[in-house]
């Protein structure tokens, strides 16, 4: 049954754990796991607890771990590579030397640009915290995570990295291995398909100055508060980047374009009215995951319906109709003004949205793309806004429906 593969995986996990922690604190002592781990090779059994502490037999199939690595290059990988690559994408390997004094030498011409006592101060307690924690790190404490063979295996991997992209699937836990050259002609192939318009350069340098007009005209107007003011700008932005991950599920192997939004002009003008636009998704058709659907299934199950079926939106957020959804949304706002803060208005929210999407941009390989049609996948207020005009669709659908029930 379910639960006793979700026991049998917490199981495997939690001894892993421990197993590390014993060898870590070079701790010779019997895992109390192992016991349960010797059930999984005899008959395929496992000893789960039940809820008053007592164990009980259950029958389990074997599970067979997959390879998460896919190489799709024509680089081969060595074992040693591959079994570093499942470690997995956050896996931090252990220093192998003492990098205190690296980071002090990269802190101390920061601090020369403070003021002479808080320099001072500021040195003392970096001194201090670096003096406190430069033992964890040396020869006879330090644990080395990594095989001799893993560690050169990483060195070589690390020496591909101007031939090879090591990428996540865009679905389930798989590492997909691409050549640079598979990975660029995907991306262009997407760039050249898709909505986007090339720029003749970059907008970064003077998006930032022409937002804080139009935020300081609001304020001006009171349509604004100061605390918005300063909470929408960013000082120091950089240009949103586009990336990819392979969609290892779907034929041709594709790409799913994902725009990083970190330390942009507009994030904290995003986050700000995806804030705002959150109550108005909320709807009794949202799932929330598969146990939910089933259990819904099941208490508004009725004879009289024969299908039952599951709709996709292909590419929703380039192909959802922005302007459509920000009228729903003013709409709404106008409706129900008790969700927005004092001194906002909807008009004033449908103006920044408007903002936002005229101002959608990417860079990708040193050149500028502006985005023509839907949002960007990444940006927060584009998913409330897809998920808000998927909302009202599905609402007019069931008002249209020839045999509406609950």
Do not use: W
């Amino acid at each position: 049954t379910k639960s006793h593969y979700i026991m049998h995986k917490a199981v495997c996990k939690h001894s892993k754990k421990f197993q590390r922690l014993l060898t870590t604190h070079r701790i010779n002592a019997v895992s109390p796991y192992d016991e349960y781990i010797a059930h999984l090779t005899s008959p395929h059994k496992i000893l789960t607890p039940s809820i008053s502490g007592h164990l009980r037999s259950c029958q389990l199939s074997p599970v067979k771990k997959k390879n998460t690595v896919i190489n799709l290059s024509k680089e081969p990988l060595s074992k040693a590579e591959e079994d570093v690559l499942n470690l997995g994408l956050k896996f931090t390997p252990a220093p192998t030397r003492d990098p205190c004094m690296d980071i002090a030498s990269r802190i101390q011409p920061g601090i020369k640009s403070l003021p002479e006592g808080a320099q001072a101060s500021m040195a003392y307690d970096i001194s201090e915290l670096l003096s406190n924690n430069s033992g964890n790190c040396n020869e006879k404490n330090a644990h080395d995570n990594l095989s001799p063979h893993q560690r050169q295996a990483l060195k070589n991997l690390q020496a591909r990295a101007k031939r090879l992209r090591i990428l996540p699937a865009d679905k389930g836990n798989s590492i997909v291995v691409l050549s640079n050259a598979q990975y660029n002609s995907k991306m262009l192939e997407h760039i050249e398909q898709g909505p986007y318009s090339l720029l003749k350069k970059d907008p970064t340098n003077t998006l930032p100055a022409k937002f804080e007009r139009i935020l300081k005209k609001l304020l001006n107007e009171n349509r604004i508060t100061k605390q918005f003011f300063d909470n929408a700008r960013n000082l120091h932005p950089r240009a949103p980047q586009m990336y990819g991950t392979p969609k290892i599920h779907k034929e041709g192997i594709p790409i799913r374009p994902i725009v990083s939004f970190y330390n942009t002009p507009l994030i904290a003008l995003h986050k700000i009215l995806a804030h705002y636009l959150k109550p108005l998704t909320r709807s009794i058709l949202r799932l929330n995951d598969s146990y939910h659907f089933l259990e819904t299934l099941r208490s508004t199950h009725d004879d009289k319906c024969r299908y039952y079926c599951s709709l996709d939106v292909k590419a929703l957020y380039t192909s959802c109709d922005m302007s459509l959804a920000r009228k729903t949304v003013k709409q709404k706002f106008q409706e129900q003004p008790d969700l927005l803060p004092d001194n906002i208005s909807a008009a004033t929210i449908d103006s920044l949205i408007g903002f936002c999407l005229d101002n959608s941009y990417f860079e990708y390989d040193h050149r500028f793309y502006a985005q023509k049609k839907g949002g960007p996948m990444g940006s927060p207020l584009t998913v409330e806004l897809a998920e808000i005009r998927i909302t009202e669709i599905e609402t007019l659908s069931f008002v249209f429906f020839p045999c509406h029930t609950q």
